[in-house]
């Protein structure tokens, strides 16, 4: 499961503690969803229980005395293992963009004034994004451009369903 | 085969159609000029009859003969001016094929069938019209003009065909070679040393000749004569190859010194191909060459009161000849001018399209026309001097107003052949104007 | 600042253009898509006063710009647009460098202010170290540089950019645009850029999209890009976030 491999990932550096664990995650991977202290908190004892992580102390910076976590070496050799491996290249389209689009065009062709509504709404996006860039870390750039080229993958999609709407159209009129 | 070449002529744009055009009038003013100096080798010089008289005697023979020469040299200068016209596109087409998957074998014959038709179908109207003039020549003035001369017409259309073919095969030489070089071609060939030692080995022998005053280390007096007119020979074909490597080196120091933007443009235009502006000026050089010596040897008659009538008519016969020569250079620039038109002419609508004013354009053609004619007229002009006066160095000894008179001649000539670029160049602006709408910037 | 009406233009059969219009203010950055042959460049060549449209005005700052001749129609391209065309369309005879100084020199400047303009233009845009060479030995992406560059050289008032990321790899395209755009925003320039690339539109403030010679989308600064983008925000951003955590 890949949040137990981010922490390990995130351990590997050095013993850290869970609220850093959490802060590191949310800051490195800026595009993704922010991590819940209590998920953080739970994958930390799976990963000890599988012997992949120890404690290796506690630290107390003023706050709260908090418990120090290493990776072991088996951990290590399971985030290896997990780098090795590729992720596999989706098997299914899952996107409501996607259905909204058959759907669309099942219930009578009001698709494309749909699909040109949801260009629009995805550029804008992507000018955000692009905006963001000009002035955001590394990491925020990296996710800016992760995001960026999904939004134009679609975007590519949406011209393409819209142009083959047009094309289906007409051989149905002629 | 065939195929290939009749796709290629009916895909051909509006430029490529016009270079053919081009191309078969050039064949035909070359095959109308071969055939008049042919058939002049055969008039009948012994009829006495009028000015025509004189071509009887010894000596002004020997300029009657140095005349047709001098018609000659241009003629065959001009279509081979002609038949390499618009080399660098027509290499540039011919590379695509080979990319396109054509073998070199296919590239070459293509090439030459391309440049063949365009010469056949010039040449045919070219033998039209002169044994049309030929014809109206033997009507006025009776049998001084042979008839039978005629039919060797079929072998100077002939030979203007195969010269056509023959230049569309070196053509695709490059293109044999390597299809992307010449696509992507960086920078032009150098001229190369060879050329400047011709020159140079044409000097020697002329000054090794005339220092033995009449002897020469071999064969004494005509081996003297042999030396003399052999380096002549050489000098000029030297010349003629190291204008190359003149106007590449004037155009360089033209375009580091440039401040304007027109003389930086002209130069690197003249300085990026100098063949094409040596192929089309060696014309103009060779006038004034040759005018420049005439000039020089007529100085020395300025002071001589006795002047024949001979001399007199065979001067105005040489002056004839040379202006043929420089109607004939004319025509070679025109070509070239209408060649690098077509060539330049996307960068001119590029140029035009971002701002820069068409008679600025216009300036970079007369530009460039300077560039290259002023190192070619000057170098021809004292060539053509220097060598009458180091032959009659003793004559000129003699009569001290003579040099001068001959400077001056020289002079003259040299600006003629820069004002007959300039002009060509002047002439040629209209045509820009209308080439360089913006239209044209698709048209690639 | 910029604004055609109505505009048609054919060439032969075809119609590139059939009734356009368009509004662009000025500082605006905007980016014009369309499927290929929909007329884009035929719009930025009417627009920059390349080319003459049949019918409809194009005006620049309110000055008929159609009508004018070919004389003044050069004189104002010259003082205030800088054009990228599609091809790049370099001067072959000319070095990387010399090709970027000619058009300021044209424009009246001095040599020595000519070629320091145009080395830190080169160095902008990262292609310094070609500056010597001549445009057959430069690479498509190496070449769309130094042609953006020299549009960029004269500071004009207008910059009209077509397909000037074609042949360059994304970071590539990236950086070109990067300079584009901030150059346009340093001298608050108006921008007009042809593209099919989406992600180079997302620079612009707005999209002008164009279909079979028509203008279907953001012909005004009002109907287009970011004023009417708000509504689809949240499923945008939500489609976005989709993305990143697949
Ligand atoms: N000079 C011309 N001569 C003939 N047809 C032309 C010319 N210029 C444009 N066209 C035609 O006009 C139409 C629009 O051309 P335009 O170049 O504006 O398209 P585009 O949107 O820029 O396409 P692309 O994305 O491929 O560059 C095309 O059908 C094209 O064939
Ligand atoms: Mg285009």
Same mark, same amino acid.
């Not at chain 2, 009449?214 to 000029?236: D, E, Q, S, T």
């Not at chain 3, 925003?185 to 164009?210: F, G, P, Q």
């Given at each position: 499961?890949?949040?137990?491999?981010?922490?390990?990932?995130?351990?590997?550096?050095?013993?850290?503690?869970?609220?850093?664990?959490?802060?590191?995650?949310?800051?490195?991977?800026?595009?993704?969803?922010?991590?819940?202290?209590?998920?953080?908190?739970?994958?930390?004892?799976?990963?000890?229980?599988?012997?992949?992580?120890?404690?290796?102390?506690?630290?107390?910076?003023?706050?709260?005395?908090?418990?120090?976590?290493?990776?072991?070496?088996?951990?290590?050799?399971?985030?290896?293992?997990?780098?090795?491996?590729?992720?596999?290249?989706?098997?299914?389209?899952?996107?409501?963009?996607?259905?909204?689009?058959?759907?669309?065009?099942?219930?009578?062709?009001?698709?494309?004034?749909?699909?040109?509504?949801?260009?629009?709404?995805?550029?804008?996006?992507?000018?955000?994004?692009?905006?963001?860039?000009?002035?955001?870390?590394?990491?925020?750039?990296?996710?800016?451009?992760?995001?960026?080229?999904?939004?134009?993958?679609?975007?590519?999609?949406?011209?393409?369903?819209?142009?083959?709407?047009?094309?289906?159209?007409?051989?149905?009129?002629? | 085969?065939?195929?290939?070449?009749?796709?290629?002529?009916?895909?051909?744009?509006?430029?490529?159609?016009?270079?053919?055009?081009?191309?078969?009038?050039?064949?035909?003013?070359?095959?109308?000029?071969?055939?008049?100096?042919?058939?002049?080798?055969?008039?009948?010089?012994?009829?006495?009859?009028?000015?025509?008289?004189?071509?009887?005697?010894?000596?002004?023979?020997?300029?009657?003969?140095?005349?047709?020469?001098?018609?000659?040299?241009?003629?065959?200068?001009?279509? =081979?001016?002609?038949?390499?016209?618009?080399?660098?596109?027509?290499?540039?087409?011919?590379?695509?094929?080979?990319?396109?998957?054509?073998?070199?074998?296919?590239?070459?014959?293509?090439?030459?069938?391309?440049?063949?038709?365009?010469?056949?179908?010039?040449?045919?109207?070219?033998?039209?019209? =002169?044994?049309?003039?030929?014809?109206?020549?033997?009507?006025?003035?009776?049998?001084?003009?042979?008839?039978?001369?005629?039919?060797?017409?079929?072998?100077?259309?002939?030979?203007?065909?195969?010269?056509?073919?023959?230049?569309?095969?070196?053509?695709?030489?490059?293109?044999?070679?390597?299809?992307?070089?010449?696509?992507?071609?960086?920078?032009?060939?150098?001229?190369?040393?060879?050329?400047?030692?011709?020159?140079?080995?044409?000097?020697?022998?002329?000054? +090794?000749?005339?220092?033995?005053?009449?002897?020469?280390?071999?064969?004494?007096?005509?081996?003297?004569?042999?030396?003399?007119?052999?380096?002549?020979?050489?000098?000029?074909?030297?010349?003629?190859?190291?204008? *190359?490597? &003149?106007?590449?080196?004037?155009?360089?120091?033209?375009?580091?010194?440039?401040?304007?933007?027109?003389?930086?443009?002209?130069?690197?235009?003249?300085?990026?191909?100098?063949?094409?502006?040596?192929?089309?000026?060696?014309?103009?050089?060779?006038?004034?060459?040759?005018?420049?010596?005439?000039?020089?040897?007529?100085?020395?008659?300025?002071?001589?009161?006795?002047?024949?009538?001979?001399?007199?008519?065979?001067?105005?016969?040489?002056?004839?000849? &040379?202006?043929?020569?420089?109607?004939?250079?004319?025509?070679?620039?025109?070509?070239?001018?209408?060649?690098?038109?077509?060539?330049?002419?996307?960068?001119?609508?590029?140029?035009?399209?971002?701002?820069?004013?068409?008679?600025?354009?216009?300036?970079?053609?007369?530009?460039?026309?300077?560039?290259?004619?002023?190192?070619?007229?000057?170098?021809?002009?004292?060539?053509?001097?220097?060598?009458?006066?180091?032959?009659?160095?003793?004559? =000129?000894?003699?009569?001290?107003? +003579?040099? +001068?008179?001959?400077?001056?001649?020289?002079?003259?000539?040299?600006?003629?052949?820069?004002?007959?670029?300039?002009?060509?160049?002047? *002439?040629?602006?209209?045509?820009?104007?209308?080439?360089?709408?913006?239209?044209?910037?698709?048209?690639? | 600042?910029?604004?055609?009406?109505?505009?048609?233009?054919?060439?032969?059969?075809?119609?590139?253009?059939?009734?356009?219009?368009?509004?662009?203010?000025?500082?605006?950055?905007?980016?014009?898509?369309?499927?290929?042959?929909?007329?884009?460049?035929?719009?930025?060549?009417?627009?920059?006063?390349?080319?003459?449209?049949?019918?409809?005005?194009?005006?620049?700052?309110?000055?008929?710009?159609?009508?004018?001749?070919?004389?003044?129609?050069?004189?104002?391209?010259?003082?205030?647009?800088? @054009? @990228?065309?599609?091809?790049?369309?370099?001067?072959?005879?000319?070095?990387?460098?010399?090709?970027? @100084?000619?058009?300021?020199?044209?424009?009246?400047?001095?040599?020595?202010?000519?070629?320091?303009?145009?080395?830190?233009?080169?160095?902008?845009?990262?292609?310094?170290?070609?500056?010597?060479?001549?445009?057959?030995?430069?690479?498509?992406?190496?070449?769309?540089?130094?042609?953006?560059?020299?549009?960029?050289?004269?500071?004009?008032?207008?910059?009209?950019?077509?397909?000037?990321?074609?042949?360059?790899?994304?970071?590539?395209?990236?950086?070109?645009?990067?300079?584009?755009?901030?150059?346009?925003?340093?001298?608050?320039?108006?921008?007009?850029?042809?593209?099919?690339?989406?992600?180079?539109?997302?620079?612009?403030?707005?999209?002008?999209?164009?279909?079979?010679?028509?203008?279907?989308?953001?012909?005004?600064?009002?109907?287009?890009?970011?004023?009417?983008?708000?509504?689809?925000?949240?499923?945008?951003?939500?489609?976005?976030?989709?993305?990143?955590?697949?």
């Amino acid at each position: 499961m890949s949040t137990g491999h981010v922490l390990l990932g995130l351990l590997s550096e050095r013993p850290k503690h869970g609220y850093e664990l959490k802060k590191e995650h949310d800051q490195r991977l800026p595009g993704a969803k922010p991590l819940a202290y209590g998920q953080v908190y739970a994958t930390l004892q799976r990963l000890e229980r599988g012997g992949l992580t120890e404690v290796a102390g506690t630290a107390q910076e003023g706050g709260p005395e908090r418990t120090v976590h290493a990776i072991t070496e088996a951990g290590r050799a399971e985030l290896d293992r997990w780098l090795a491996e590729i992720e596999a290249p989706a098997p299914y389209v899952a996107s409501p963009l996607f259905a909204r689009v058959v759907v669309a065009t099942l219930a009578g062709g009001t698709a494309e004034e749909y699909l040109l509504r949801q260009r629009a709404a995805h550029l804008t996006r992507m000018r955000e994004l692009t905006a963001r860039k000009a002035s955001g870390s590394p990491a925020q750039v990296l996710a800016a451009d992760y995001a960026l080229q999904h939004l134009d993958a679609d975007l590519r999609w949406i011209e393409t369903a819209l142009e083959r709407h047009t094309v289906l159209k007409g051989e149905t009129d002629a | 085969m065939i195929t290939v070449v009749r796709m290629l002529a009916r895909g051909r744009s509006r430029r490529e159609r016009a270079r053919g055009r081009l191309m078969a009038a050039g064949a035909a003013l070359a095959t109308v000029l071969l055939c008049a100096a042919a058939h002049l080798t055969a008039f009948r010089l012994d009829a006495r009859r009028g000015a025509l008289g004189i071509l009887t005697e010894k000596e002004p023979r020997l300029m009657v003969a140095l005349t047709l020469a001098l018609l000659a040299v241009p003629a065959a200068a001009f279509i =081979y001016q002609v038949s390499r016209l618009a080399t660098a596109t027509r290499e540039r087409r011919l590379a695509a094929l080979r990319l396109a998957g054509a073998t070199p074998r296919e590239v070459r014959l293509t090439g030459a069938a391309e440049s063949g038709w365009s010469a056949l179908a010039g040449g045919t109207l070219g033998a039209a019209v =002169y044994l049309l003039a030929a014809l109206v020549a033997r009507w006025s003035l009776g049998d001084v003009v042979p008839v039978r001369p005629l039919l060797w017409t079929p072998v100077v259309l002939a030979a203007v065909v195969l010269g056509g073919a023959l230049s569309g095969l070196r053509a695709g030489r490059h293109v044999v070679a390597s299809p992307l070089g010449v696509v992507r071609r960086a920078r032009p060939r150098g001229p190369r040393v060879r050329d400047l030692a011709l020159v140079a080995l044409g000097v020697g022998l002329l000054a +090794a000749a005339l220092a033995g005053k009449g002897r020469f280390l071999l064969g004494g007096k005509y081996g003297a004569a042999v030396a003399i007119a052999a380096g002549a020979v050489l000098l000029l074909f030297g010349l003629v190859l190291a204008t *190359a490597w &003149l106007i590449r080196m004037a155009a360089r120091r033209a375009g580091r010194g440039a401040a304007a933007p027109e003389t930086l443009l002209a130069a690197r235009m003249v300085e990026a191909d100098p063949r094409a502006w040596a192929r089309a000026l060696s014309v103009v050089g060779l006038t004034v060459f040759f005018g420049s010596a005439v000039g020089a040897h007529q100085a020395l008659t300025v002071f001589q009161s006795d002047l024949t009538a001979f001399q007199a008519a065979s001067y105005a016969l040489l002056y004839l000849a &040379l202006l043929t020569a420089m109607v004939t250079s004319a025509g070679a620039l025109v070509a070239h001018q209408a060649e690098a038109l077509l060539d330049h002419r996307r960068s001119f609508a590029v140029l035009a399209a971002s701002g820069v004013p068409v008679p600025a354009l216009g300036r970079v053609l007369t530009r460039q026309a300077l560039v290259a004619a002023l190192p070619v007229c000057v170098v021809s002009a004292v060539a053509g001097t220097g060598v009458v006066v180091l032959l009659l160095a003793e004559l =000129y000894a003699r009569r001290p107003g +003579a040099l +001068a008179v001959s400077v001056a001649g020289a002079a003259a000539m040299a600006g003629i052949g820069v004002l007959a670029a300039v002009l060509v160049a002047r *002439a040629a602006r209209p045509i820009l104007r209308r080439w360089v709408r913006p239209g044209e910037l698709r048209a690639g | 600042m910029l604004e055609a009406r109505t505009l048609r233009k054919s060439f032969g059969r075809t119609t590139a253009l059939d009734g356009a219009s368009v509004e662009i203010g000025e500082g605006e950055v905007v980016a014009v898509t369309g499927p290929s042959g929909s007329g884009k460049s035929t719009l930025l060549h009417c627009l920059a006063g390349i080319i003459r449209p049949e019918a409809g005005e194009v005006l620049f700052a309110g000055r008929r710009l159609d009508t004018l001749d070919e004389d003044a129609r050069t004189r104002l391209r010259r003082e205030n647009f800088g @054009v @990228v065309f599609q091809f790049g369309e370099l001067v072959p005879e000319l070095t990387a460098e010399e090709n970027v @100084v000619l058009p300021l020199l044209f424009g009246g400047r001095g040599r020595r202010e000519s070629l320091e303009a145009a080395r830190s233009w080169l160095e902008r845009l990262d292609v310094a170290d070609c500056a010597g060479q001549r445009p057959a030995e430069l690479s498509g992406g190496q070449l769309q540089r130094v042609a953006v560059a020299r549009a960029l050289a004269a500071e004009p008032r207008v910059i009209f950019a077509d397909e000037p990321t074609g042949a360059l790899d994304s970071l590539a395209g990236e950086r070109v645009m990067g300079e584009l755009v901030g150059a346009a925003r340093e001298s608050r320039a108006t921008l007009v850029v042809v593209t099919h690339d989406n992600r180079v539109a997302a620079y612009a403030d707005r999209e002008i999209a164009l279909r079979d010679g028509r203008v279907v989308a953001g012909a005004t600064a009002a109907t287009g890009g970011t004023a009417d983008g708000t509504p689809g925000e949240a499923a945008a951003g939500a489609s976005a976030a989709g993305g990143v955590s697949r």
